[in-house]
């Protein structure tokens, strides 16, 4: 499913979240109301910042789940979703026992309470430091010489360019702290949002996708130094008494980029240390936190020495992202990140002064801001790209790609208006830069994907693993190898991250050893350097050796035949209604087979013509399949044959009658008089075994099925054991 395909029921989602917001708002006035009576104490602040998140939880998913039915990140959605309920528009609006109303405007650097803007800048650290760790370093240095190329040309072409137009339109210095800070700013990427277009494009391995991944990381770690060496500069520049000492400001840049560099290399030494040390607490969940708390650690000492916080948590990020235990701790963060990232966009919305956004002065600075700032990106990577063998196509789609701002440029802004570098009005042209950058640049990056034609003018052999495959014969017994085969790594010391995509992959690590695969319906196929091949080889068929062997001890302690003979003796008892899977139309009153085969041809039929099955010919060869691993001929003159396929929307199930008896080779060897066949879909099979067992429990009775085989009548069929069923269940 790409972001243009949302199901209806992603509306219904937005609706029902909306309308919790509402509700969460209103039944909270009780307590505002007991809390509002003992004045403004900590208890009363503390009880409206829960309701506060609660809010911007509910907020943040409503326009984020709208905005990405329409194609675009849900980013976009959470930073309206701030404005709209924030200080300068909704928030503000008195509302019972709140005068102020739920998000008063604070005066200050920020317009919002310091403790939501606390949450907020946990969660900038927290995004940072996932950044770091999703960094893949060997293909940025697999790639770094045209990545670093590509992504210092778009990066430096952006920050003249930004600068420029702000230094103009201002009518400031090009080297005055608002053009140097929003110059930065504007070098920012965004890896998350085209690594999403590409993925979705399945082109994130060819060669324009592994280049803006590769330079949009260069640009992100460009923003965030500059950041550093901006704060230094215009400390410095504010400090002195009008004029610039540049030999002040040329050691406060080799400073800010020795300590980051610095503490890199050291991260980097020392990262295998640091992940035995976090693997010493045996818990993945204990040793994810712990690495979340040397981040917030590195974090304050990174500020405490005159770096912003967010260069410290990317430090520890990056450097446990050599580790093997990187995979696991980004598995951990998830719900973090899923509870704080929205929080995030949805307070830096809540900073934008909307009066002020939308004056004239503030559009156009923000619109041609934005412009020169995307220009420069395009021409600044694209040229370069072009000389380093792509052609016209690819160098646009490389260009494109690295326009999208998202969290670095936004951890910028809020810097900036923190420390009272940015005001309301260059707040505003920032957040414009965001939109704009976001709302064009991921359409169009998706349009240059979908045109034809190569993005190179050579051919272009892709770097990477070699393909190890094993072929299995269907989806269950890829399942038993996967879950066998992880088992197996596990014991082995390696580290698996699971990623759920179109298909599902797991990252496996363990120190430098690393490789990933891809479990298919039907295959499971490896991607290793060749040195992991044997290896991997040696791992599956220990792994199918281990299958084998239990496979051989379940026969030896079950009897199927034996089984099959109870189930058919054994009632359902649990409450279950039939008629949402049966009706008249699906009752054979004489079925004309006489083998197996032919009579769930017959009964597939029957569902065709009752509108309950889709593809015919997928739902008889999964159900002959099933049949094929143990006949589901049960005794009494029973068969009940089930398959789980593709071929159905909705579990149906149909009768038939074999007036004259066939074989349906049943475990007691009788004749066949009664045959139900039950589907349902694979994906979403519902309460199929509840299903099968209570039509077992109705037939089971000798007088029910004699009862049966005297009808003549489909109605009359349908009614008695549907009251059969309910008989069964009073009982």
């Not at 404005?83 to 503000?92: K, M, N, Q, R």
């Not at 920020?110 to 803007?117: D, I």
């Not at 770091?132 to 010489?145: K, N, Y």
């Not at 109705?698 to 109605?715: G, N, P, Q, T």
Request: glycine share 12%; proline share 4%.
């Amino acid at each position: 499913m790409n972001l243009y395909e949302i199901p209806a029921c992603r509306s219904r989602t937005v609706k029902r979240l909306c309308l919790g917001s509402v509700y969460l708002l209103g039944s909270s006035w009780p307590l505002i109301a007991s809390t509002g009576e003992h004045g403004a104490g900590l208890t009363h602040e503390m009880t409206v910042l829960a309701l506060q998140l609660g809010i911007i939880i509910f907020a943040a998913r409503a326009f984020g789940s709208l905005f990405r039915r329409i194609g675009l990140p849900s980013l976009v959605g959470e930073l309206v979703a701030g404005v709209l309920i924030g200080p300068y528009l909704l928030g503000s609006v008195p509302v019972p026992f709140l005068s102020d109303g739920l998000f008063p405007l604070v005066l200050g650097a920020v317009p919002v309470t310091t403790e939501l803007y606390g949450f907020a800048t946990i969660a900038a650290i927290i995004m940072l430091f996932t950044t770091g760790l999703e960094t893949d370093l060997a293909m940025f240095l697999r790639f770094s010489v045209k990545g670093s190329v590509i992504g210092v040309g778009g990066a430096l072409l952006a920050f003249g360019l930004g600068a420029g137009v702000i230094s103009v339109g201002m009518g400031v210095g090009i080297g005055a702290p608002q053009s140097i800070f929003l110059g930065v700013l504007s070098m920012a990427a965004s890896v998350g949002i085209p690594a999403r277009i590409l993925s979705e494009a399945r082109r994130i391995d060819s060669p324009e996708g592994v280049t803006i991944i590769s330079s949009a990381v260069v640009q992100d770690v460009l923003a965030i130094v500059g950041l550093a060496v901006a704060l230094g500069v215009i400390a410095a520049t504010e400090s002195g008494t009008g004029g610039v000492d540049w030999s002040e400001v040329a050691g406060i840049f080799f400073l800010a980029v020795g300590v980051w560099l610095g503490f890199t290399a050291l991260g980097l030494i020392f990262a295998r240390r640091i992940g035995e040390f976090l693997k010493g607490f045996k818990s993945a969940t204990v040793f994810s936190v712990l690495a979340l708390g040397l981040s917030l650690l590195l974090a304050g000492v990174f500020e405490m020495s005159g770096l912003a916080m967010i260069i410290g948590a990317y430090v520890m990020g990056l450097t446990l992202s050599k580790t093997d235990i990187a995979y696991v701790i980004q598995e951990n963060m998830e719900p973090l990140s899923a509870f704080f990232v929205p929080i995030f966009f949805t307070v830096m919305g809540m900073l934008v002064n909307v009066r002020i956004l939308f004056s004239w002065q503030v559009l156009l600075l923000g619109i041609a801001f934005a412009v020169a700032s995307n220009l420069g990106k395009v021409v600044g990577s694209g040229g370069p790209a072009l000389l380093l063998g792509f052609n016209k196509l690819g160098a646009l789609r490389i260009g494109s790609g690295l326009i999208p701002r998202g969290e670095v440029a936004l951890i910028i802004a809020g810097i900036g208006v923190s420390g009272g570098i940015l005001d309301e009005r260059l707040f505003g042209v920032a957040v414009i830069l965001v939109l704009l950058s976001t709302i064009g640049g991921s359409p169009n990056l998706k349009r240059l994907l979908e045109r034809e034609g190569a993005g190179t003018r050579q051919q272009f052999i892709a770097p990477g693993g070699m393909l190890t495959r094993f072929e299995f014969p269907n989806e269950n017994m890829t399942e038993l190898v996967e879950t066998a085969v992880l088992k197996e790594f596990r014991s082995e010391g390696f580290f698996a991250h699971r990623i759920e995509l179109e298909e599902t992959v797991y990252r496996m690590r363990k120190e430098e050893v690393f490789f990933s695969f891809t479990v298919y319906p039907d295959r499971i196929v490896f991607s290793s350097d060749p040195n992991s091949i044997g290896f991997i080889k040696t791992v599956v068929y220990e792994a199918l050796l281990d299958l084998h062997r239990t496979v051989e001890e379940l026969k030896s302690v079950t009897k199927p035949t034996e089984m099959g003979r109870e189930i058919s003796l054994e009632s359902g008892h649990a409450q279950f209604s039939l008629a949402r899977y049966f009706d008249p139309r699906c009752v054979k009153m004489r079925l004309s087979g006489s083998t197996k085969e032919a009579v769930i041809e017959e009964l597939v039929d029957t569902l065709c013509e009752a509108g309950r099955i889709e593809d015919r010919e997928r739902v008889v060869a999964d159900t002959l399949e099933r049949e094929r691993v143990l006949s589901t001929g049960m005794q009494h003159g029973i068969a009940v044959p089930h398959a789980k396929t593709e071929g159905v929307s909705r579990m149906s199930f149909a009768i038939g009658f074999a007036r004259d008896g066939m074989d349906f080779e049943s475990v007691d060897g009788e004749p066949t008089y009664i045959v139900v066949l039950i589907v349902s879909p694979k994906s979403n099979p519902g309460p199929h075994l509840q299903l099968l067992s209570t039509i077992s429990g109705v037939l089971k009775d000798e007088e029910c099925r004699w009862a049966l085989l005297s009808m003549i009548d489909e109605h009359k069929v349908v009614s008695y054991i549907q009251e059969e069923a309910l008989k069964k269940h009073a009982r």
